[in-house]
C-alpha cells in the first residue's frame, strides 16, 4: 500500500524553467492537496482538489497551476520558477467525506530554483 | 518539559519525562483540531485529532487538551522516546460548504535527550 507518491523528490531548476510535480494516490481519496513548507512558515496551502474534476486556489496560488488528472492524480505546474519558489512541497490527499480530518502526506519534494 | 507556543520552536525533554507541546490557535469557529508529526526527511504524519466539542482526547502515549475559552491547544506525549523527536504541527479546521479548511501552525521541534 504505497499511500502517497510524489516525483521527483529533489529538483533544481533555473529561474525561468518551467516543471511539473507530480502526485498520485491509491486510497480512493476524494480530496487532494498541495501545500508548500518553508522555514518558520509551516505548511501553507497552494491549490486544492475537493473531489475529481475541481480545483481551488489556497493560500498562495501564484504562479502555480494544478490539473485533478483523475481520482488518483493531482499534479502542479509551475510555468516560469522563480527563486521565490524554492520550498519543499507535499501533496496530501484525504477521505474528504464525514468528520476525518487525517490528511496522508508524500514524501515531500526539494525544490531549487537558482 | 513545556514550550509555550509559537514562540519557543524547541522543546528538549529527557527520555522518559512527558512532554507537553502548545499551540495557540486563532479561529474560534474551528470545528477540528489535529496534531501532526514530521520526522526529517519525511511528510506530516497524522497523530491525534480532537473536535470542538471535546475538551480532551487520548490515544496511545499521547493526550491532546482543548481550552476553547483561551483559544490554546497542546499535545502531552508519555514517556517520550527517543522516536517521538521531530517537528509537531498543529491544525485547526474549518468546514464550510462541504469543504474542510485546514490552517497549520509553524511546529514546535521536539527533541528527546537520551
Known amino acids: 500500500n504505497a499511500g502517497v507518491t510524489q516525483t521527483p523528490k529533489f529538483q533544481v531548476l533555473k529561474t525561468g524553467q518551467s516543471m511539473t510535480l507530480q502526485c498520485a494516490q491509491d486510497?480512493?481519496?476524494?480530496?487532494m492537496y498541495w501545500y508548500r513548507q518553508d522555514p518558520g512558515m509551516g505548511l501553507r496551502l497552494i491549490y486544492y482538489?475537493?473531489?475529481?474534476?475541481?480545483?481551488d486556489k489556497g493560500e498562495v496560488p501564484n504562479g502555480y497551476n494544478v490539473s485533478r488528472l483523475n481520482k488518483r492524480e493531482f499534479s502542479l505546474r509551475l510555468e516560469s520558477a522563480a527563486p521565490s519558489q524554492t520550498s519543499v512541497y507535499f501533496c496530501?490527499?484525504?477521505?474528504?467525506?464525514?468528520?476525518?480530518?487525517?490528511?496522508?502526506f508524500g514524501q515531500g519534494t526539494r525544490l531549487t530554483v537558482v | 518539559g513545556e514550550s509555550v507556543g509559537l514562540h519557543l520552536p524547541t522543546l528538549s525533554v529527557q527520555e522518559g519525562d512527558n512532554s507537553i507541546i502548545n499551540c495557540a490557535y486563532s479561529n474560534s469557529a474551528s470545528d477540528y483540531f489535529i496534531w501532526y508529526k514530521q520526522e526529517s526527511g519525511k511528510g506530516p504524519q497524522f497523530i491525534i485529532d480532537i473536535r470542538s466539542n471535546m475538551d480532551k482526547r487520548q490515544g496511545q502515549r499521547v493526550t491532546v487538551l482543548l481550552n476553547k475559552t483561551v483559544k490554546h491547544l497542546s499535545l502531552q506525549i508519555a514517556a517520550t522516546q527517543p522516536g517521538d523527536s521531530a517537528v509537531y504541527f498543529c491544525a485547526e479546521t474549518l468546514t464550510s460548504g462541504g469543504y474542510q479548511k485546514v490552517t497549520f501552525g509553524i511546529g514546535t521541534k521536539l527533541q528527546v535527550i537520551p
Open positions: 486510497m480512493n481519496h476524494n480530496s
Open positions: 482538489s475537493a473531489s475529481e474534476g475541481t480545483t
Open positions: 496530501a490527499s484525504r477521505t474528504g467525506t464525514g468528520g476525518n480530518t487525517e490528511a496522508f
